[in-house]
């Protein structure tokens, strides 16, 4: 069993910054590919980001791609999402997900993922 925990969220204007965090429970972290998605009122789940097990492969949606970096530390067992120059469409509620994907490679697919957070707010204003 995996447990996640998002934190970093909270209201920043456009253009702004936020970094979010996902600290992860257990001793198989790095088993794991990683991946972000969001979900705003009214709309269906996306993905946003995927990141593989060495924290070498990235995958990213093609909305944020440029703005928004992820990454991992291994020893750590955390996972973040740096995210710059933030729009008011990025506003959503931010969940990591984990999941043990053939050769751990990152993946877009929700349903690869097995294990999810709760979430953390993200708030973007114009």
């Known amino acids: 069993q995996v447990q996640l925990v998002e934190s970093g969220g909270g209201l920043v204007q456009a253009g702004g910054s936020l970094r979010l965090s996902c600290a992860t429970s257990?001793?198989?972290?790095?088993?794991?590919?990683m991946g972000w998605f969001r979900q705003a009122p009214g709309r269906e789940r996306e993905f946003v980001a995927s990141?593989?097990?060495?924290?070498?492969?990235?995958l990213y949606a093609d909305s944020v791609k440029g703005r928004f970096t992820i990454s991992r530390n291994n020893a750590k067992n955390t996972m973040y999402l740096q995210m710059n120059g933030l729009k008011p469409e990025d506003t959503a509620a931010y969940y990591c997900a984990a999941g043990r994907i053939q050769f751990g490679t990152p993946s877009g697919r929700d349903d690869d993922y097995a294990y999810w957070g709760q979430g953390t707010q993200v708030t973007v204003s114009s």
């Open positions: 257990g001793r198989t972290f790095s088993l794991y590919a």
């Open positions: 990141v593989g097990w060495n924290g070498v492969a990235t």
